[in-house]
């Protein structure tokens, strides 16, 4: 479940449980030294002198770094245990409301007997699951976790984070739709079943990020036709067909969501400029949002050019 073009290699400090340090030639000194051997959860430190090399999303920020260390420890403290709902989310770079983005840990185990009384950690035992392996990280399959997600998140939420899994956001899709839709038949009493299939009438493939999402879902929940993602464009520049976020076709308008790094980046910003041109020169309406857009007057504009006035 994971690519080449969308990984790395990077230096993390080597993880080892307390009752090993001797063996590993740690003194109990270096040991309780905080600044070399810092606490990642009761009974698991990690070695700033003594690194290795592992796989990593090259996406993958310092919360990205902090949930990995902390699920290989728990690993290391309990195995068989697997990340489950938001850590798991987490760990596939999929959106997830603020509430959600912390360093609470979620695992799942089919050890009926195992209990674990850490801070910050919720463990779920259950006999049905389907455990995978992603960047040499135990997690629970993709479909799973978007199933867990479904008590705890809002449809929009949810329709956002199946959107990643099937998606390009972070490199190539983790899951398809016919997998997803299978593992909602294999689990006939599930919390939040109902979002869950409405959620996958709304979920497409294809979708670069969570606000074109939210701009698509936008324009259902206004009454607007739902547009298309990435309508392939032909145009006579040298980058050939153009695909802008959302488009309808036969009124030959896209609509393009333009967030912060669009501005920051020189690169992007010209290549938003060129694509925009090759648009305009092909005959098609391009209306940019932003998190600052009025979406009254947005709506007013796309009824417009729909002829919906």
Known sequence: MYNSRTWEKRDYPRLFRVGEAEAMGISRHHMLNEKRCPVVMPGVRMDHN????????KWADDKWIWDSLRLRAAVLKFPNVFADG?????????????????????LCTTDRNLKIRVPKVSLRRTQHFMPAGWLDLPVLSPPEVLIRLAAHLDLNDLVKAGDAGIG????????????????????????????????????????????ETGLRLWTIQVGLPEPTVHPQIETYTARGIIEP??????????????GDLHRESAKQWTRDIERDEALVDAGWTVLKVTRKTDYRLLEAKIRRKLGLQ
């Open 168 to 211: 390009n956001w972070h490199g190539p899709p983790q899951m398809t739709v016919g997998e997803l839709t299978a593992a909602l038949q294999r689990h006939i009493r599930v919390k939040g079943r109902q979002k869950l299939l409405d959620a996958l009438r709304l979920i497409r493939p294809g979708v670069d990020s969570p606000q």
């Open 245 to 258: 976020d959302l488009g309808y076709e036969e009124a030959k308008l896209a609509l393009e969501y333009e």
């Open 50 to 57: 003594s690194p290795e090399s592992l796989r990593t999303p």
């Open 86 to 106: 938001a850590t798991a989310a987490r760990i596939f770079g999929w959106p997830l409301p603020l509430r959600w983005m912390n360093d609470h840990l979620y």
